[in-house]
């Protein structure tokens, strides 16, 4: 009987954050990349946009003036997700098959920056740790509210995944209930530290740096690796080294070493296909309930849906919809060819 090999058989592999399973077809697309990289036409924007509603001084959809902001700047979005407004409710327990309840929250947008022509990667240090800032003060700021027990912050880039301004920017939905995934995490994560006294990613990084199949960065404070379990073709998650559980839990050279690892790992993304690569990210942090949390360890997922070229995506579609997320090319073939990309941004290069 022949023996099994991750990298040429068919197989599934466990993720505990969610307690959910992957197939990975490793036969299917060996090494994908070889020979797909391509040029594509680079969209070249203003450092001001008059008729974009993020830039400073410009009139937003509802009619309100932004200020002339010259670092990051936050506002209520305008077309909110989630209201503040207390309804009254009277749930009936004896509701099955249409039970609903109602959802407060809060929906902020961050502009990363005053310029209209920039991406993350191609912001300087300063102005990424200045986000990372900006994230630390609205984390501790949305979670003094008595009815906020969870604050997401997370971005999508690119049209492709949604984004609907190209101006640099994230969203920040905070909300009374604990979302579905962020649910399921926390049960998995609680249930780990309850048995091992410490937290699960902790113990997984620790194994992840031994194996060094999946890292991608590796700095004092610091990792970004590919996922064992990751679904998405160039999917990455930045793992503190230290078990904080919260983003304001970073020292002042943590915050820093946060900033170089998120510049150098979307530089990199970035250099795959010499274009501004899409993703959606979002960090995984404890929840603002007023609870200890010492199960939850820092942690930022990057969820890129490119593929074989810079117009080429990942569905899931299919198999996926219906059965489980599926995944060609395995992580180790991802982290390797991230790994061995510059962390300078291709069109730095040419400065």
Not at 238 to 259: G, H, L, M, N, Q
């Given at each position: 009987?022949?023996?099994?090999?991750?990298?040429?058989?068919?197989?599934?592999?466990?993720?505990?954050?969610?307690?959910?399973?992957?197939?990975?077809?490793?036969?299917?697309?060996?090494?994908?990349?070889?020979?797909?990289?391509?040029?594509?036409?680079?969209?070249?924007?203003?450092?001001?946009?008059?008729?974009?509603?993020?830039?400073?001084?410009?009139?937003?959809?509802?009619?309100?003036?932004?200020?002339?902001?010259?670092?990051?700047?936050?506002?209520?979005?305008?077309?909110?997700?989630?209201?503040?407004?207390?309804?009254?409710?009277?749930?009936?327990?004896?509701?099955?098959?249409?039970?609903?309840?109602?959802?407060?929250?809060?929906?902020?947008?961050?502009?990363?920056?005053?310029?209209?022509?920039?991406?993350?990667?191609?912001?300087?240090?300063?102005?990424?740790?200045?986000?990372?800032?900006?994230?630390?003060?609205?984390?501790?700021?949305?979670?003094?509210?008595?009815?906020?027990?969870?604050?997401?912050?997370?971005?999508?880039?690119?049209?492709?995944?949604?984004?609907?301004?190209?101006?640099?920017?994230?969203?920040?939905?905070?909300?009374?209930?604990?979302?579905?995934?962020?649910?399921?995490?926390?049960?998995?994560?609680?249930?780990y530290y309850q048995k091992h006294g410490k937290t699960l990613l902790e113990n997984y990084l620790e194994q992840e740096l031994e194996k060094n199949?999946?890292?991608?960065?590796?700095?004092?404070?610091?990792?970004?690796?590919?996922?064992?379990?990751?679904?998405?073709?160039?999917?990455?998650?930045?793992?503190?080294?230290?078990?904080?559980?919260?983003?304001?839990?970073?020292?002042?050279?943590?915050?820093?070493?946060?900033?170089?690892?998120?510049?150098?790992?979307?530089?990199?993304?970035?250099?795959?296909?010499?274009?501004?690569?899409?993703?959606?990210?979002?960090?995984?942090?404890?929840?603002?309930?007023?609870?200890?949390?010492?199960?939850?360890?820092?942690?930022?997922?990057?969820?890129?849906?490119?593929?074989?070229?810079?117009?080429?995506?990942?569905?899931?579609?299919?198999?996926?919809?219906?059965?489980?997320?599926?995944?060609?090319?395995?992580?180790?073939?991802?982290?390797?060819?991230?790994?061995?990309?510059?962390?300078?941004?291709?069109?730095?290069?040419?400065?």
């Amino acid at each position: 009987m022949k023996e099994f090999n991750h990298n040429n058989d068919p197989h599934r592999r466990y993720n505990p954050l969610i307690n959910e399973w992957v197939l990975v077809s490793p036969h299917r697309a060996t090494r994908p990349w070889q020979g797909q990289t391509e040029e594509v036409n680079q969209e070249t924007r203003p450092e001001f946009d008059p008729t974009c509603y993020l830039c400073p001084g410009n009139v937003r959809a509802n009619g309100e003036q932004n200020p002339a902001y010259e670092s990051t700047y936050v506002f209520d979005n305008d077309f909110a997700a989630l209201k503040q407004e207390e309804l009254h409710f009277e749930e009936n327990p004896d509701e099955f098959f249409f039970k609903a309840q109602p959802e407060r929250g809060i929906s902020r947008v961050v502009c990363f920056s005053p310029r209209h022509d920039l991406t993350l990667p191609e912001m300087d240090l300063e102005t990424i740790e200045n986000v990372v800032k900006t994230w630390q003060f609205q984390y501790e700021d949305l979670g003094k509210i008595d009815f906020i027990n969870h604050v997401q912050i997370f971005e999508n880039k690119g049209a492709i995944m949604g984004c609907s301004n190209p101006h640099p920017h994230g969203q920040i939905w905070a909300q009374s209930s604990l979302p579905t995934l962020v649910r399921k995490t926390q049960d998995n994560l609680s249930a780990y530290y309850q048995k091992h006294g410490k937290t699960l990613l902790e113990n997984y990084l620790e194994q992840e740096l031994e194996k060094n199949e999946r890292i991608v960065i590796d700095n004092e404070h610091f990792v970004a690796l590919v996922p064992f379990w990751a679904i998405w073709p160039f999917e990455t998650m930045i793992i503190s080294k230290r078990p904080v559980s919260k983003i304001t839990d970073f020292t002042p050279v943590e915050v820093s070493d946060y900033a170089k690892t998120l510049k150098e790992l979307t530089s990199k993304y970035d250099n795959v296909f010499n274009t501004s690569f899409p993703y959606s990210s979002g960090i995984h942090q404890a929840p603002t309930d007023a609870k200890e949390h010492p199960e939850w360890h820092f942690h930022m997922h990057f969820y890129p849906p490119l593929l074989r070229s810079a117009s080429v995506k990942k569905f899931m579609v299919g198999y996926e919809m219906m059965g489980e997320s599926q995944r060609d090319i395995t992580p180790e073939k991802s982290a390797e060819l991230l790994r061995s990309l510059s962390s300078v941004h291709y069109k730095a290069k040419d400065v």
